[in-house]
């Protein structure tokens, strides 16, 4: 990878994966620095929450919803060792198995179990569109323009863009439908590629991954997982997507695997194994975790 400048060099080695809750490590918070392959530990969430989103905002990270924590967001203030989870918001529906967008406009909850088809901004409040079908157990790869949300317990073959105003088309279907899965993006030179991987088909769990270059008429297949695995968490960065924990036939896992394009490569482990939680990236460079 090249950088521009030392600040672009610096700035990307303290990039770090931050993971909450999830089954098997309830209400704990860990970061992961791919960088230098360290974990470390931040303050324990309040409450034990899965399937429920996290988001980074300003550095700041939000956590929303969850099977058994609906209508709750939280914030950690300040954003290290120090910090404290504390309310950030109420939201309108109840919330869970949903997806989550860092738009232009701020964050936006899409979907879940509970109101499939309701989205709604986070902390204004007030619904921002409707989804073409009602959407729960998916995956959602965004930018701050769009969002693309990816298969989904009702919707396992779809994969549906939408911007502020509503849903702008479905683009092709995946080859292999699924829910609970992992996405994320990546560049190939110029071209960006969009990756799913995992998941249920509503009987067993899945190892395959496919992927979707922009233009693209279908997805093509790529390497699959080193194992079937679901209710795992993902995040893209460093052009490449992690994928964290997860649920496989042994239980849950505690392995960090990359994709970059070519193949999937172990790259480091949580400190708990869980499924069923959130990840998302953070500048590390000021935490302060042991």
């Given at each position: 990878e ?11 080695s303290?990039q770090?994966?931050?993971?909450t ?7 704990s918070v ?33 956590i929303?919803?969850?099977s058994?924590?609906?209508t709750?967001?939280?914030?950690l203030?300040?954003t ?16 869970g198995y949903?997806?989550?967008?860092v ?12 109101s499939?088809?309701?989205?709604e901004?986070?902390?204004a409040?007030g ?9 729960w ?12 949300i990816t ?7 779809v994969?549906?863009?939408y911007?502020?105003?509503g849903h702008?088309q479905?683009m092709p ?8 899965h ?32 922009t233009?693209a008429?279908a ?47 172990e790259?480091?482990q949580?400190?708990k ?5 959130a990840a ?11």
């Amino acid at each position: 990878e090249k950088f521009d400048t030392l600040e672009d060099q610096c700035y990307a080695s303290s990039q770090g994966i931050l993971v909450t809750g999830g089954l098997g490590a309830d209400r704990s918070v860990e970061v992961f620095i791919p960088n230098s392959g360290d974990t470390c530990s931040l303050p324990s969430l309040p409450d034990a929450r899965q399937y429920h989103t996290m988001d980074t905002i300003s550095n700041r990270p939000i956590i929303c919803g969850g099977s058994d924590t609906r209508t709750s967001c939280l914030h950690l203030t300040p954003t290290s060792a120090s910090g404290v989870w504390t309310n950030y918001a109420t939201t309108v529906e109840r919330r869970g198995y949903h997806t989550s967008w860092v738009s232009s406009a701020g964050l936006v909850l899409m979907g879940g179990e509970y109101s499939g088809y309701t989205t709604e901004a986070v902390p204004a409040g007030g619904a921002q569109f409707s989804l073409a079908q009602d959407t729960w157990g998916a995956c959602a790869i965004s930018t701050k323009d769009y969002t693309i949300i990816t298969g989904g317990y009702d919707t396992r073959k779809v994969v549906a863009m939408y911007d502020l105003q509503g849903h702008i088309q479905n683009m092709p279907a995946l080859t292999q439908g699924r829910y609970r899965h992992g996405c994320g993006s990546y560049f190939s030179g110029d071209t960006k590629v969009i990756v799913v991987a995992g998941g249920y088909d509503g009987i067993s769990r899945l190892s395959s991954t496919e992927q979707l270059f922009t233009g693209a008429a279908a997805w093509t297949p790529a390497k699959p997982l080193p194992r079937a695995l679901a209710a795992m968490a993902t995040v893209s960065m460093d052009n490449r997507v992690f994928l964290t924990g997860g649920y496989d036939h042994d239980g849950h896992r505690v392995d960090i695997l990359a994709f970059d394009g070519d193949d999937w490569t172990e790259v480091g482990q949580l400190q708990k194994a869980r499924w069923r939680h959130a990840a998302t990236t953070i500048n590390t460079a000021n935490l302060g975790c042991d």
